[in-house]
């Protein structure tokens, strides 16, 4: 029997509500995309399946038009479709290791994808073991997997085009917080993602990680958004360990974010071994993070 999920309001249940994490999946955690492997494999093949992402990128068809289409195509029950995962997918070396930071720092780590929960949760199931996995509150559209694998049928987490609207997930969870934070807080948002779909989930958040080399690296550069850019999992708990020891969210906070003006604790202070132990990015225009160059400002994302 397929399992059974709900399409509930996400809650989440961290030690600190002054922080949260959001992640996309495809391509960030995991090195490639869920639904391609299973698309290609036990559904409408590789050529099909390019094809219709063509439609979606030139917007002949709506996302979640097509995303109907292709997971309709799949034949395969449930649990032959975490074998075909199991056997193709690569999870980031220092993922399971990121994740259990986040737990001992008691900082909700959340995933934030427009893909289907039943897989997703399947996959860090099979990756990280069920202990683990129930750790990680995931964010996306809810399915209808028949026992025999014949049916897949999302259901849309929001009446959209794209059947998830990210942006509007991360507004509520910061809602969420914000009412058990003193004084009406907002927590400091993190997003961490690696292409240009992550975009409108981005565009809510403080701080934005962007895999390097990446169609999203490649769109901050062009549009010159400031980023942190990452080469794994290790590179982004190291950042967020300094946010965290700095003792001041509200200097990461885009300005309209903020309780009150950061502190004027120095860069030189705080920051002095970051600029000169990791790798910065450079743009046309100028320097591209690390941390310390959004000291005095918000991430700033073309709409």
Request: hydrophobic share 35%.
């Amino acid at each position: 029997m397929a399992p059974s999920y709900s399409n509930s309001v996400t809650k989440i249940f961290p030690t600190r509500k002054d922080v949260a994490i959001f992640s996309d999946f495809d391509g960030t955690i995991f090195m490639q995309d869920t639904g391609h492997i299973l698309f290609d494999r036990h559904g409408c093949g590789t050529v099909h399946r390019q094809r219709l992402d063509e439609q979606i990128h030139t917007g002949e068809r709506s996302f979640r038009d097509v995303s109907e289409e292709m997971w309709g195509s799949l034949n395969v029950p449930f649990d032959e479709s975490m074998k075909a995962m199991k056997e193709h997918l690569v999870i980031d070396p220092d993922f399971a290791d990121f994740h259990d930071f986040c737990i001992r720092e008691g900082v909700a780590f959340n995933v934030i994808s427009a893909g289907l929960e039943p897989v997703l949760r399947g996959v860090l199931n099979e990756f990280l073991g069920h202990h683990a996995s129930k750790r990680i509150d995931i964010i996306s559209n809810a399915a209808e997997i028949s026992a025999d694998g014949s049916e897949w049928k999302p259901i849309w987490r929001h009446d959209s085009q794209l059947g998830h609207d990210k942006s509007l997930s991360v507004k509520e969870c910061r809602a969420h917080l914000r009412k058990q934070l003193p004084g009406n807080r907002n927590p400091l948002i993190i997003f961490v993602g690696d292409g240009v779909s992550d975009l409108p989930a981005a565009r809510e958040a403080d701080v934005l990680f962007a895999r390097a080399g990446l169609r999203l690296e490649e769109y901050c550069k062009e549009h010159n958004i400031e980023y942190i850019p990452f080469d794994s999992f290790a590179d982004i708990e190291r950042e967020v360990l300094r946010i965290l020891d700095s003792g001041d969210l509200e200097r990461y906070k885009k300005p309209h974010n903020r309780t009150s003006q950061p502190s004027s604790l120095g860069k030189q202070k705080f920051f002095g071994s970051a600029v000169d132990t990791r790798k910065t990015r450079r743009t046309e225009k100028g320097h591209m993070s690390p941390i310390s160059a959004r000291f005095n400002k918000g991430i700033t994302i073309a709409q």
